[in-house]
């Protein structure tokens, strides 16, 4: 039985496809970059941070050991009374302050506080860490 036409063209495209495919991985073979050395696989960045083959002028920077900072950066002190207004507070005893300035609501309990406070009143306050995050102790009304 004779093939048809589309058959005859499949199969002729296959025969096509393997031979680019066998011609594509000869040319890989023949541009194969593991005979490289080292010095020609660096890529450098230039002052307008392109990527470039050509290494950079070897200009020397003077590094003062003195300048070097090891860890962290230091930080810088920040004020110990803050202030902020109770804008919740529970029969039970506890509530939050929105600090004034970072808008942070902050937790508080009764037993942090020196005078008696209620909703809406403008406190100060100390910040300390607590085991889930940060409260308000030393709460103070400000009149």
């Not at 093939?3 to 890989?28: A, H, I, L, P, T």
């Not at 990527?51 to 070897?58: A, F, M």
């Not at 942070?104 to 889930?132: A, M, Q």
């Amino acid at each position: 039985m004779a093939d048809s036409f589309s058959k005859k063209e499949n199969f002729k495209k296959k025969v096509q496809k393997q031979k680019e495919k066998v011609m594509r991985r000869e040319e890989r073979k023949s541009s194969n970059d593991k005979g490289k050395s080292l010095d020609e696989m660096f890529m450098y960045v230039d002052s307008n941070g392109q990527l470039t083959t050509t290494p950079p002028d070897n200009v020397a920077y003077e590094i003062n050991p003195e300048e070097i900072q090891l860890g962290a950066a230091p930080i810088e002190a920040e004020e110990v009374v803050k202030s902020g207004i109770v804008t919740f507070f529970s029969d039970k005893g506890y509530g939050f302050i929105t600090e004034d300035k970072t808008k942070e609501n902050l937790f508080f309990h009764t037993n942090n506080c020196i005078d008696e406070i209620k909703k809406g009143n403008k406190v100060s306050f100390e910040k300390e860490k607590s085991p889930k995050g940060f409260s308000a102790v030393g709460i103070k009304l400000i009149k």
